[in-house]
């Protein structure tokens, strides 16, 4: 759940920090009050696409916070884990747009890239009539949601641990197999080297010898 939002030099916007209680949170007012800038301040902080006219006239850099309170779903706990981030009780986003140069990305003060916060952003909220927000057109989220709506979830995780680790195993022993072919073709090679030398029927000391006899010569 949303719980709290901070703007700093987002349009028309120099500062706000706005609080939000549990339950439903309606804003209303009329065409030109401002609901879209909160709207796109908050698609921001979800990783949304940052454009010139978003910084505030005079302002040196763009920066959007907005903190989560959990629980979360398993597949956001699953991506914060994949990114070695440690959820808690609270999530927290944090996108850093300056005048020039590229914008940075936050979780829990942690520096992401962008793709990681957009994917986080998508598992945390819907703005419905923004498409790049809405969870049920993006192919990628309907395993979840179906396996949310037959509460196979977590024996999905589980599954996807055992696969991740037999695929692990058949790495591994792929690469035993390539170690004991090429020490296969090692010996052989060595082997050939052996007996090539033995051919020449060597002695002891030849080498003195035959450097006594050059200067001779």
Same mark, same amino acid.
């Given at each position: 759940?949303?719980?709290?939002?901070?703007?700093?030099?987002?349009?028309?916007?120099?500062?706000?920090?706005?609080?939000? #209680?549990?339950?439903?949170?309606?804003?209303?007012?009329?065409?030109?009050?401002?609901?879209?800038?909160?709207?796109?301040?908050?698609?921001?902080?979800?990783?949304?696409?940052?454009?010139?006219?978003?910084?505030?006239?005079?302002?040196?850099?763009?920066?959007?916070?907005?903190?989560?309170?959990?629980?979360?779903?398993?597949?956001?706990?699953?991506?914060?884990?994949?990114?070695?981030?440690?959820?808690?009780?609270?999530?927290?986003?944090?996108?850093?747009?300056?005048?020039?140069?590229?914008?940075?990305?936050?979780?829990?003060?942690?520096?992401?890239?962008?793709?990681?916060?957009?994917?986080?952003?998508?598992?945390?909220?819907?703005?419905?009539?923004?498409?790049?927000?809405?969870?049920?057109?993006? #192919?990628?989220?309907?395993?979840?949601?179906?396996?949310?709506?037959?509460?196979?979830?977590?024996?999905?995780?589980?599954?996807?641990?055992?696969?991740?680790?037999?695929?692990?195993?058949?790495?591994?022993?792929?690469?035993?197999?390539?170690?004991?072919?090429?020490?296969?073709?090692?010996?052989?090679?060595?082997?050939?080297?052996?007996?090539?030398?033995?051919?020449?029927?060597?002695?002891?000391?030849?080498?003195?010898?035959?450097?006594?006899?050059?200067?001779?010569?």
């Amino acid at each position: 759940m949303l719980r709290e939002l901070r703007v700093r030099n987002y349009a028309v916007i120099e500062e706000l920090d706005l609080l939000l #209680p549990e339950g439903l949170v309606v804003f209303t007012g009329e065409t030109g009050a401002g609901k879209s800038i909160i709207i796109g301040a908050l698609a921001l902080a979800l990783g949304g696409r940052a454009q010139a006219e978003h910084l505030r006239e005079g302002a040196e850099e763009i920066v959007v916070e907005a903190r989560f309170s959990g629980p979360f779903d398993p597949p956001v706990e699953k991506l914060l884990e994949s990114a070695g981030l440690a959820s808690g009780e609270d999530l927290v986003l944090r996108r850093v747009v300056p005048s020039k140069g590229k914008s940075r990305a936050y979780v829990n003060g942690g520096s992401v890239t962008l793709s990681t916060l957009e994917a986080i952003g998508r598992g945390l909220v819907d703005i419905h009539g923004q498409h790049q927000h809405q969870s049920l057109l993006h #192919p990628e989220t309907h395993l979840d949601l179906l396996d949310g709506f037959g509460g196979l979830t977590d024996r999905r995780l589980a599954l996807g641990e055992i696969f991740h680790r037999w695929t692990e195993l058949r790495q591994e022993r792929a690469r035993i197999a390539a170690r004991e072919e090429e020490k296969i073709h090692r010996m052989d090679f060595l082997s050939f080297q052996k007996g090539e030398i033995e051919s020449f029927g060597l002695q002891a000391g030849e080498d003195e010898e035959l450097t006594a006899q050059r200067e001779v010569l």
